[in-house]
């Protein structure tokens, strides 16, 4: 189910003379149902709980009911999630989380089902990692973000709404965006002390992703917070944001800690 300001925008790209095709292959919505809004805007009614309405496609939008585990699943989705259409006319929502971190896919499960109650979730076992899984009609009405093609080779921007979200829990979008995307690994350094060689290790956090808007909306909430970062160019690829400064760190560990 598409919310009514998308069904809007869509028709307003129509009045401004855009071809159907060419407004279907930038909104990923089909021209089939382009051609039904055009007689007819509203969502029909349709009974039982999955037809219901969510809180962002009612007729007074609001938030999610647990806005923290909105935030956190939003830095999951954002990282390594996807949706996908299903010839019932829903949703698949679906995070890839790593067998390596059994925590992360129950934490996962449990972002979904504290965001969207009505839908129930399973976990799809795939070769070295979960697809945790969700079925229903909300899912791009919560993450408007959802489009055709790779999440890097198309503009991702926040909503007002969802800015407002991240704003009041930083660090649960930070945690899903380094659950996702991210690692605390250990670095190692040698130094020559009094003419000895000596090794030194201290910890660092990486967050990693081929989107420049999505490692922008990763610095600017980490600015905010007053942790310190700085770009990694590694093999030529500016993919890599690291924050290695030790009080930075320390507050990392604080709010977020090693993927378990």
Request: glycine share 8%; aromatic share 8%; with cysteine.
């Amino acid at each position: 189910m598409y919310d009514l300001r998308t069904r809007k925008r869509v028709l307003s790209l129509l009045s401004d003379g855009r071809s159907l095709n060419s407004v279907s292959k930038e909104t990923g919505v089909s021209r089939s149902v382009i051609r039904a809004w055009r007689e007819r805007l509203e969502p029909l009614p349709r009974p039982g709980k999955h037809f219901e309405p969510c809180v962002r496609c009612r007729a007074d939008p609001g938030l999610p009911e647990d806005t923290a585990a909105y935030a956190y699943l939003l830095g999951l989705y954002l990282g390594d999630g996807c949706i996908s259409d299903h010839p019932r006319g829903a949703h698949h929502l679906r995070i890839a989380c790593a067998d390596d971190w059994p925590g992360l896919i129950t934490a996962c499960e449990e972002a979904i089902v504290a965001v969207l109650p009505m839908c129930r979730v399973w976990r799809l076992q795939k070769q070295g990692c979960v697809a945790v899984t969700s079925y229903g009609r909300h899912w791009k009405c919560l993450f408007p973000q959802h489009g055709p093609g790779r999440k890097h080779e198309r503009r991702i921007a926040l909503e007002d709404w969802q800015q407002r979200i991240v704003d009041a829990h930083p660090w649960e979008f930070v945690r899903g965006l380094i659950h996702s995307d991210g690692c605390r690994i250990t670095n190692w350094t040698t130094r020559t002390v009094a003419g000895r060689t000596k090794r030194y290790e201290y910890p660092r956090y990486f967050f990693t992703n081929v989107s420049e808007d999505i490692r922008r909306l990763c610095t600017d909430t980490l600015d905010a917070l007053g942790v310190e970062w700085a770009p990694c160019t590694r093999g030529g690829r500016p993919f890599n944001i690291s924050v290695a400064r030790k009080g930075s760190v320390a507050l990392m560990d604080r709010h977020i800690g090693p993927k378990h």
